[in-house]
């Protein structure tokens, strides 16, 4: 079912969890985004058209000022974030720049999703980009964020933006291959489900267990993105981002993953 609904798809939006993209020294992994830079090159050569929410403004900050590492501080933690953002498109940038693509940047926060003017400029900008071919990368607004607006995880931006693009299909990468019955960290014996077609049974179906359990964000959240999608036809997927050349993996169907399908 996922190399079908690859295949199929024409407006993919592609999310990337902090974890997924950073490497095992917990810097941003550019040889990963310079690979799926590539594989995304040849998937518009073929006529698709891509949409990127990146986490990771975060992970990129601490990889530029390490020093700031154990300060807790919310006004730190968003100075972090401001100092990251950039060194993230940077490095989305360099990773595109090698195939002759431009990209966009777009920060937003919950308030802009509430407000139908703001929606309205929001879906007619991202219209724009993509059809001069420029990729939009879309990421939380961290340094303005508080609580009474803050979307809260990416998943659920992604989930809003597949909504707002009208996109065919929302594909999440996490650390995890999929959605499994119960947590796969823990349980030896966890078995992976391949297609979800009914979100209302997977309550009685899976253990999400904590907030960190299934990577970052939680299982829950990626379970409520899919249920935001479906509600308007859009299938999504869920797989490992970090297994090598994943999308050609995932469209050759030699790489597991979970097809929630509308």
């Known amino acids: 079912m996922i190399p079908k609904l690859i295949s199929e798809a024409r407006k993919i939006v592609f999310k990337f969890g902090s974890n997924t993209l950073a490497d095992e020294g917990g810097r941003i992994n550019h040889a990963l985004l310079a690979e799926f830079a590539d594989q995304t090159a040849a998937l518009m050569q073929r006529g698709k058209r891509v949409i990127i929410v990146s986490s990771g403004a975060q992970v990129a900050g601490l990889s530029t000022l390490d020093r700031w590492a154990r300060k807790q501080d919310i006004h730190y933690r968003q100075a972090l974030c401001a100092v990251g953002q950039v060194e993230l498109m940077i490095a989305w940038g360099r990773a595109f720049a090698a195939h002759g693509i431009h990209i966009a940047q777009i920060l937003l926060t919950r308030s802009d999703f509430d407000d139908p003017l703001r929606t309205l400029n929001m879906r007619n900008t991202l219209f724009t980009l993509v059809d001069e071919g420029i ?43 999929g959605l499994y019955d119960k947590n796969p960290k823990e349980y030896p014996d966890a078995e992976l489900l391949s297609e979800v077609r009914d979100l209302s049974v997977l309550k009685d179906r899976i253990t999400a267990g904590g907030t960190n359990s299934f990577g970052t964000g939680g299982i829950a959240t990626k379970i409520d993105a899919a249920r935001r999608t479906a509600g308007y036809g859009i299938p999504m997927i869920l797989a490992h981002g970090g297994r090598p050349r994943v999308l050609e993996a995932l469209a050759s169907g030699t790489q597991r993953g979970t097809a929630f399908l509308a």
């Open 135 to 177: 990729i939009p990368i879309i990421n939380e607004n961290d340094t303005v964020s508080v609580e009474e607006i803050k979307i809260g995880d990416n998943d659920t931006l992604a989930a809003q933006s597949a909504v707002l693009w009208s996109a065919d299909l929302l594909v999440l990468f996490s650390d995890i291959d």
